[in-house]
């Protein structure tokens, strides 16, 4: 079965850290720019970052850039989300997403992506 499964969610203190894990199964990651999106109760879908298929390009949303690193190893065939400094308006569920792109990676949610995970819940909450 060709899947994406994040795990590493939680409940968090506020300021705390996170990593959550993205792992592919039944195919290989090598190929594939992988995107970390979050949906809050009650708000759209929205791109956190993402990382190109060599991992030598990234791109990261204004709300999350210096607190959040994203990182992967093509051998474990898994992309890593750590989050630090964490805070209450991060609370979300986390999916991750894999598009196969020659190069370059995107953190756009209508853009076309060729797997989706089931997300992971990540609340931040003292």
């Known amino acids: 079965q060709l899947q994406l499964v994040e795990s590493g969610g939680g409940l968090v203190q506020p300021g705390g850290s996170l990593r959550l894990s993205c792992a592919a199964s039944?195919?290989?990651?090598?190929?594939?720019?992988i995107t970390w999106f979050r949906q809050a109760p009650g708000k759209e879908r929205e791109g956190v970052t993402c990382?190109?298929?060599?991992?030598?390009?990234?791109d990261y949303a204004v709300a999350v850039k210096g607190r959040f690193t994203i990182s992967r190893d093509n051998a474990k065939n898994t992309v890593y989300l750590q989050m630090n400094s964490l805070k209450p308006e991060d609370t979300a569920v986390y999916y991750c997403?894999?598009?196969?792109?020659?190069?370059?990676?995107?953190?756009?949610?209508?853009?076309?992506?060729?797997?989706w995970g089931q997300g992971t819940q990540v609340t931040v909450s003292s």
């Open positions: 997403a894999a598009a196969r792109l020659p190069f370059g990676c995107m953190i756009a949610p209508g853009a076309r992506y060729d797997y």
């Open positions: 039944g195919f290989t990651l090598d190929y594939y720019a």
């Open positions: 990382i190109s298929r060599s991992g030598g390009s990234t």
